[in-house]
């Protein structure tokens, strides 16, 4: 058994879910879950399709349904702040370092040194 269908039937004993259960919910045939579970082909192509949505930073709900999840909004807005931190630190660094040049430019204009 692969590592994802290890996480579905962990996941399926925590819920106390049965493969019948599960396909209630999930609105599959028990047949469905039993193959999907065996399915290792299934699932390596559900890893390139995950590491696909990390490329364009988008979830696996969008590339198979097409519609963006609030996680999806929420990613999208923690990259741009985490970016938006990092241009304010370098705005520092160069207020800083601006600061530093106006003196020394003062410096030798006015030819004290």
């Known amino acids: ?28 045939t028990q047949s469905s879950i039993n193959r999907t579970l065996r399915a290792d082909n299934s699932w390596r192509q559900a890893e390139q399709l995950y590491r696909i949505s990390k490329t364009f930073d988008v979830s696996m709900d969008f590339l198979i349904t097409g ?4 996680q999806d909004e929420n990613q999208r807005v923690m990259k741009l702040t985490e ?31």
């Open 67 to 70: 519609k963006k999840t609030i």
């Open 83 to 113: 970016e938006n931190l990092k241009l304010s630190r370098e705005c520092e660094k160069l207020k800083e370092r601006n600061k530093v040049l106006e003196k020394a430019l003062k410096v030798f204009v006015s030819g004290d040194r």
């Open 1 to 28: 058994m692969n590592k994802i269908s290890e996480r579905i039937v962990k996941l399926m004993k925590d819920f106390g879910f049965t493969a019948y259960r599960l396909s209630q919910k999930a609105d599959l």
